[in-house]
Structure formats: structure tokens, C-alpha cells
């Protein structure tokens, strides 16, 4: 569970949040769509510890793991070596790695990686972090959609396995649709939630351009479609 309660935050007379509330719920995954610049980034920074300017109460249980836009692997380590580097207790990274279908890589250099190997190894290092909450801030965003939706199905079968915590920020609805559990729709000046969405169907069995998701598709297009025209009309 994470729980973020009357945050206030600001970069000199820029007010990005205030009396900002939003909760986590344990185990599920949440996804924030919003317009760039809500303030999305800053919130994860806030929730890894990477950011503490700010006033109000953020509760986390749990340890935190978070994958970045950018993979920041060290190009000139194996894939093993970036593991091993970022947890000091001895365990199986062949097997993280096999999650993700990436354990044939363990002896590669990073540097030597396609762009979708290296989205692989991110997220199988942030699940070797052995971390209760995992961030994923956009991540998947450079990659095209067959690769991403393999990538997706790979963590929705890993989070359905493993007690795990996980908030990603995205811009792709079709993205959120298959992952979350619950989408919530971000404004700003200040950060705000618009309207959020819960989807009981199990992920294994949702499906793009059918039922349930087709009609919430819509929904969130038009709300955001409706953000983006508010802002360019003030």
C-alpha cells in the first residue's frame, strides 16, 4: 500500500502539487496517464526517496524499485554484473532472468544489447531488487507494440506470481488497458486526479478493441482529449 496525503510541491513560484491525495492499493497495478508535466516523474521521485522537498505525508510498506525511462545499464558490465550490482545478497539471477526471457544475455555485455533486451533486463533488475513496490516510469514507450505487448505479457504473468506493488506512468492507453487495475486520468497547475478506473477483467483474458476495454478506451481518450482541450483554451 502506498499512500500520498496532502502533498505540497513546488519549483520556486510553480505550485506542482497541493493538498495532493492519491493511495496505491497493495498488490494491483495502477497506471497514471496524464498530459507531460503534471508532475508524474516528480511524484515517482518523491515515492523513491529521490526527491524530499516537499510537504505533507507519503506512507510506503515496503521496499521500492524503480526502472527509468532510460535502462541505465552500465555498458561495459555483463548483464549479470548490472544485477549483481544493485543487491549485495546472493541470489538466482539466471532465474529473474529467465522471466524475462533474457538469460541467454547473462554473459553479454550491455552495450552489446538491442533496445528491447536492454527494457528486459531493466525490468528483470527491478525485480531481482527484490522490492514489495516497483515504478515503472515509462519505459516501454520506445519500443513498437508487438515487442511491447510480449514485454507486458511477461510482467503480467511475473506480478500474478510474486506479491508486487506497481505504479507506471504512461501516455499509451491501450497499455494501461492491458496492465492496470486501476488507471487514474492526471491535470495540472496543480496535479489533480480527473477520474480514475477500475478493470476487474484478469489480464490474461483482456483483449484491445472488444467489450469491456473498447468502451473504457473511448471513455479515457475522450476525457484526456478533453484535458488537452481545457489547457489550449485558458
Not at 536492454?118 to 522490492?131: E, L, M
Request: glycine content about 6%.
Amino acid at each position: 500500500m502506498i499512500k500520498v496525503e496532502n502533498i505540497y510541491k513546488n519549483y520556486d513560484s510553480k505550485v506542482i502539487m497541493k493538498d495532493f491525495n492519491i493511495n496505491f492499493e497493495k498488490n494491483k497495478v495502477s497506471v497514471l496517464l496524464g498530459s507531460s508535466g503534471c508532475g508524474k516523474s516528480t511524484l515517482f521521485n518523491m515515492l523513491s526517496s529521490l526527491d524530499k522537498e516537499y510537504r505533507g505525508k507519503i506512507l510506503i510498506d515496503g521496499k521500492v524499485s524503480y526502472i527509468f525511462q532510460e535502462d541505465r545499464l552500465i555498458p561495459w558490465l555483463t548483464v549479470e554484473e548490472n544485477l549483481s550490482l544493485i543487491s549485495s545478497q546472493e541470489k538466482d539471477i539466471n532465474g529473474v532472468l529467465e522471466k524475462f526471457h533474457v538469460e541467454s544475455k547473462a554473459k553479454t555485455l550491455a552495450r552489446n544489447l538491442s533496445g528491447g533486451e536492454k527494457q528486459r533486463v531493466s525490468i528483470a533488475r527491478a525485480f531481482y531488487h527484490g522490492g514489495e513496490i516497483i515504478l515503472m516510469d515509462e519505459a516501454l514507450r520506445s519500443l513498437d507494440m508487438l515487442l511491447k505487448l510480449k514485454i507486458i505479457e511477461e510482467i503480467s504473468d511475473n506480478i500474478s506470481h510474486e506479491s508486487k506493488t506497481m505504479v507506471i506512468i504512461s501516455h499509451d492507453i491501450q497499455e494501461a488497458l492491458l496492465i492496470g487495475d486501476r488507471i487514474f486520468i492526471l491535470d495540472k497547475d496543480p496535479m489533480n486526479i480527473v477520474e480514475s478506473y477500475d478493470i476487474n477483467t484478469p489480464r490474461k483474458n483482456r483483449i484491445l478493441k472488444s467489450g469491456e476495454l473498447l468502451d473504457l478506451e473511448k471513455e479515457i481518450y475522450q476525457k484526456l482529449l478533453g484535458e488537452k482541450s481545457k489547457m489550449l483554451s485558458e
